[in-house]
């Protein structure tokens, strides 16, 4: 006759509380890594916003030096429409060879970020 193990025919209640120990470990376990996920999504989507941001402004810049090489210092403001957003810049002459520009970027998300470059005029027109 086969043995019987103590822990299955001990009647004083081991079984049950270790079963509600490790299914609260795999609960909280469950929930950590969906609070990692939501929080790689959300960074994800920031990163996205930034990257939209960035590439905006160098297409937007190329295009004013484009214009400016084109129509001579004569611009103050010029307003560009992408697809993933629009953006808006300010020109401010500091001196004949420096200009301020001001970025307005708005994201397709409507993200918006606006911050300052400078830009040098010399050998611009040439």
């Known amino acids: 006759m086969k043995k ?3 822990f299955t025919t001990n009647e004083q209640g081991f079984v049950l509380p270790a079963v509600l120990l490790i299914i609260a470990i795999v609960f909280v ?3 950590h890594n969906t609070s990692a ?3 790689e999504l959300s960074m994800t989507d920031t990163q996205l916003e930034q990257t939209k941001i960035e590439t905006l402004y160098q297409a937007s ?3 004013l030096i484009e214009e400016l090489k084109e129509h ?3 611009i103050d403001t010029a307003t560009y429409t992408f697809p993933y957003g629009n953006v808006a810049v300010h020109l401010q ?3 004949d060879a420096f200009s301020r520009l ?3 970027i708005t994201t397709d998300k409507n993200a918006v970020k606006s911050f300052e470059s400078t830009l040098a005029l010399e050998g611009l027109f040439d």
């Open 4 to 6: 019987q193990s103590y």
């Open 29 to 31: 376990f469950l929930f």
């Open 37 to 39: 996920y939501r929080n």
């Open 61 to 63: 810049r190329q295009l």
């Open 72 to 74: 001579g210092s004569t």
């Open 93 to 95: 002459k500091i001196d």
């Open 102 to 104: 001001t970025f307005t």
